[in-house]
């Protein structure tokens, strides 16, 4: 069945499968991030240093990245759809498992292996949304689609705050959980699988010599570091460093991603009609400015000047993810996808808040995150020799619909 009768415009049935993904990215993104509401009260009760307590997020990434890497190569010859519903599921049971840690080190081995479950979604499902959907409408489709994310970063806080009176830390995770399994049940259900035949090892090879690949491995280390590797800690560095109570300290961190909502449903109006790889630059540079500020602004600016930080970073994501789609080619899509996020995940998400607790530890939360941002100023200048790619016509790879 030729591909073109499969695809959708983003209007009526489009649309509605479009927000399915959506919300599908929103509880991931919750998920993946559900810690750091809750790392001060899992601090206290374990007896942990800033420096131990943040690790989790390392773990979390290792295997994230790992699983974004290796989804990058498999996910097109097992099925997109299948993979996002394993993904899904999987995720699920580990949320289940959670609860019944008693020992701090056993939360290191459950969330690498959660971020290994949680990082075979986004390889699969950007290549299935451009599956789904016209070429005309990439753009905003997946810009709609990464909106779930900075909706998610915001209601993190709060609906952890909202559990946390009925549940506990720990049975927070169990109501994610169901949340999760029902994902799963209805990716089964919702949609056509799409496959591609490939020779991955050539494809990996190519990639592997592409400038391209390796600048946007950069790039997303330092969007990813200044956005998730900032928010894993900010709870952190409120409550030990600034002194903040942890209810304040989360209702400040959740009204800081409100401009990024702003910012995620803004873009998904005009990212079709600008130069994303240009205007990726001027985020960066601008993200690089402000998150020095907020290493250098007095405690009670802190919350103003982290607001403006994310009204800016969350512009990065939707652009360079669009960005990756034209850059690199069908065939190579999936295992790009897979690479960059991943080494984005396993240093900007990982390193980077166990960087800044050691930071905490050893001087200040405030140092850290300054000279974050002076990298982020030095290498974001990186972004002016990427190119989009020129493919010529040819027979498309074989594709099973």
């Not at 292996?113 to 990439?138: C, D, K, N, Q, R």
Request: glycine fraction near 8%; hydrophobic fraction near 55%.
């Amino acid at each position: 069945m030729s591909t073109m009768e499969h695809r959708f415009d983003l209007k009526g049935k489009g649309l509605l499968l479009l927000l399915v993904f959506w919300f599908f990215w929103f509880t991931n993104m919750t998920v993946r991030l559900s810690f750091a509401p809750i790392l001060p009260l899992i601090e206290d009760e374990f007896l942990v240093t800033h420096a131990k307590a943040s690790s989790v997020f390392t773990f979390m990434s290792l295997g994230y990245a790992l699983s974004m890497f290796v989804s990058g190569f498999y996910a097109g010859r097992f099925g997109y759809k299948k993979s996002v519903a394993l993904s899904l599921a999987a995720t699920s049971l580990l949320l289940f498992l959670i609860p019944f840690v008693k020992a701090f080190s056993l939360l290191y081995v459950f969330n690498f292996i959660m971020g290994a479950s949680i990082g075979a979604y986004l390889p699969a499902v950007l290549p299935l949304i451009t599956e789904y959907f016209t070429e005309h409408h990439w753009a905003r489709a997946i810009a709609i689609h990464d909106s779930g994310a900075p909706v998610g970063i915001f209601c993190c806080p709060l609906i952890a705050l909202f559990l946390l009176q009925f549940f506990g830390w720990r049975g927070t995770f169990q109501v994610l959980a169901v949340v999760l399994l029902v994902n799963a049940v209805l990716c089964w259900f919702m949609g056509y699988e799409v496959k591609v035949i490939r020779s991955e090892k050539n494809a990996f090879d190519h990639l592997l010599k592409a400038r391209s690949l390796w600048i946007m491995n950069i790039l997303f280390v330092l969007g990813t570091g200044a956005n998730l590797g900032i928010f894993g800690i900010m709870p952190l560095y409120l409550t030990k460093e600034l002194s903040f109570g942890i209810g304040y300290a989360n209702h400040l961190v959740s009204l800081s991603r409100l401009g990024g909502i702003v910012t995620a449903v803004s873009v998904t109006f005009f990212v079709h009609r600008i130069d994303p790889i240009k205007a990726l630059f001027f985020v960066l540079l601008l993200t690089g400015i402000l998150t020095i500020l907020m290493g250098a602004a007095p405690a009670g600016h802190t919350g103003m000047v982290l607001f403006f930080q994310v009204v800016v970073v969350t512009a990065f994501f939707p652009l360079a993810f669009v960005a990756a789609a034209k850059i690199f080619t069908r065939d190579t899509r999936s295992l790009a996808t897979g690479v960059i996020v991943a080494f984005g995940i396993l240093f900007g998400g990982g390193a980077v808040p166990y960087l800044l607790g050691l930071s905490g530890d050893l001087v200040s939360f405030r140092l850290g995150i300054s000279i974050l941002g002076l990298l982020i100023c030095l290498l974001s200048p990186l972004t002016l020799v990427l190119k989009e790619y020129r493919q010529p016509k040819e027979p498309p790879s074989p594709i099973v619909g």
